[in-house]
């Protein structure tokens, strides 16, 4: 077992709760760690140090650490937060949008629109996940994109119960086109508009559901089950 590299251990456990693979509130043990991913425990510990520092796992006392589950409140402020950083990044996608970039969007837009009407929105959260990933592409803003990639793993919870709200995947198709049209229309108002207006329907939606649920605590799915791995697909 080799020492590792604690930055890529980092990469590694962040895009696992984004698949899901690490549910909200799963313990993650260093000795299964160091197995999992073959590294030493004092990467591990590294790791699990900057994870900390980043939101997306908390230490417990007497309990070691685990992926923190997010409060509604907390899912709200993060949200507001991701409407300026991707707005911005709409605008400047925008800008700077080539020929051959905007002609990946319009197919990512047309996909989209065949799985909704498939009834498919496991493969519409995938292409949703892309569409983002490509405007911030596009946009060619490292340090936005950066500290975006650290805010998504803490709403994976949120975005699941979102994406099982019935017409939502109609709602949110409908919201990504406006964003990919500004875009391609080199429009930097108007793309940033309409990232605007789609985060801060999430926020709506997320504060609907909670207040609809009320749920005291929200309770992990285990490790490794079909609601584990589907909260890293959810649709925004």
Do not use: W
């Not at 590299?5 to 698949?19: E, G, T, Y």
């Not at 004092?42 to 230490?59: F, H, I, K, N």
């Not at 507001?80 to 400047?92: D, N, Q, S, W, Y």
């Not at 803490?154 to 198709?173: C, D, I, K, M, T």
């Amino acid at each position: 077992m080799g020492a590792g590299d604690p930055q890529d251990l980092v990469v590694k456990i962040r895009r696992s709760v984004l698949d899901g693979h690490f549910a909200a509130g799963q313990r993650l043990v260093e000795a299964e760690l160091c197995d999992l991913y073959q590294v030493s425990r004092s990467t591990v510990r590294q790791a699990l140090r900057e994870l900390v520092a980043d939101g997306l796992v908390e230490v417990q006392r007497n309990k070691g650490a685990r992926v923190r589950v997010i409060s509604t409140a907390e899912a709200v402020e993060i949200t507001e937060v991701r409407m300026v950083l991707e707005g911005l990044l709409a605008a400047k996608a925008a800008e700077r949008v080539t020929p051959e970039q905007a002609g990946r969007l319009l197919k990512i837009k047309e996909a989209m629109r065949e799985r909704v009407a498939a009834h498919d929105p496991l493969a519409y959260s995938e292409l949703n996940a892309a569409l983002h990933g490509l405007v911030q592409e596009i946009a060619g803003q490292v340090t936005a994109r950066t500290i975006l990639v650290r805010l998504q793993g803490q709403l994976v919870r949120h975005q699941f119960r979102l994406s099982l709200q019935p017409g939502r995947s109609a709602v949110s198709l409908g919201q990504h086109e406006r964003i990919v049209d500004a875009v391609v229309a080199r429009d930097p108002a108007g793309a940033e508009a309409a990232m605007r207006e789609h985060l801060r329907d999430v926020i709506t939606q997320i504060t609907r559901i909670s207040q609809a649920t009320t749920p005291s605590v929200e309770v992990a799915a285990p490790a490794g089950s079909g609601a584990s791995r589907r909260d890293g697909l959810a649709t925004r």
